[in-house]
Structure formats: structure tokens, C-alpha cells
């Protein structure tokens, strides 16, 4: 299984898919770990196969995406926390794509009406396109490590590692309007001021945590 940090590496984002379906056995693979972060989260994560409606209207061709057939509806419960939690999830469902051999992109706004179910008092937070790209993407320009965190004395080993992980996490618009600091062998990560950067810090923490197994406050 390829290393964590290699499928982050290879994850970019990819607005053109071509027409081909996804497989069975990937589709249920998606759809297992998605009822998993449902039941550890709360959440009403949703993929939606093999309907093209959803981006194929005036903001889509705006967004420049084109053949997607296939995204995942990130749905939960109105309330503060939801972009956060939506971003963590959302990610780790990004990754496994990419390990399956999919692209995706994360959509915000360029989209239309999804078909998921959104109940009562909750909201469609955000989309994220899943199949088969026409290319694989490029890669996006960062900040510099030291830009985004700051640790007393030496930085260990592991913070670098997790640090990594974190400069290779897409956030909208490539804003990276996060900080992480090293205090006492905690973590902390805030978000600053940015369209969407709650959703960008969980994105981000998902990575640091998932690279590092230690827990981000």
C-alpha cells in the first residue's frame, strides 16, 4: 500500500473527468468508509454515482469542470462546528479516492443542485468531485513551513513530518490561512480569516493527524 504521505503528494485537484465509471469494488470501498466517518462524526456524507445534472449547468462550466458524473454531498447539521468536521472527513474520503486510483476536487460554490438528501436542520456544506480525470493535476505553490507554525526550540522530527503533510493539503482558493504551534508537546491549530478556512483547518489537521497519529487541539 503506498505511504500516506506519497498519496498526498500525488493528490492534486482535477476539474475535467473522463466517461468512465468507477468499478464496483472501488465504489463500495468509498461507500463502507463513508459510513464509517458518518457514525464516528454525525455527519450525512452522501456519493452520488452516475448523475452528470449536478455539474452541468452555467456555474459548473464557470468552475471549468466538465464530465463529472460522480461526487460526494457533504451534508451535516447546522452549527459552528460543521465546517471543521466536514473538511476533516471530507479529506480522508479525498485520500482514499486518490489510493483507489480517482481524482477529485473539492467545490464550493461552482455546482448545482445535488441530489443528496439533506434533512431537516441541516445543510449541504460543501462537494467534492470524484472519477476519473482527463490528467492527474498539478501541483499547487505553498507557503513556507515557517510561515505557518511556530515551535519553542528545535523542531522534532515528527512536527516536521506532520508539517509536511499539512503544506500538501488543498485549501480554497490555496489560501492556507492556518497556524500551528508547538507547546509542551501539544498541538494546536487555529484557522485566520479566509472564504472557507474552517473547512481548510480540518482539511489540514486531517492531514497532520493522519501522518503523525498525534492529536491536534
Known sequence: MMELLEIMKARHSVRQYQDKKIECEKRQQLMDLIQECNRESGLNIQII????KCFNG???HYGKFSGVKNYIALVGKKGSG???TVGYYGE????K???????????A???GKSTAEIKKGEKLACIIAVGYGVNQGTAHKSKSVEQLCNCAGAMPDWFAKGMEAVLL?????NQQKFYFTLENEKIFAKAGKGFYAKMDLGIVKYHFEAVTGRKVE
Open 49 to 52: 454515482f452516475d448523475e452528470p
Open 58 to 60: 452555467m456555474m459548473a
Open 82 to 84: 460543521l465546517d471543521e
Open 92 to 95: 480522508k474520503l479525498v485520500l
Open 97 to 107: 479516492a486518490q489510493e483507489l486510483g480517482l481524482n477529485t476536487c473539492w467545490v
Open 109 to 111: 460554490m461552482t455546482h
Open 169 to 173: 493539503a488543498p485549501t480554497a482558493m
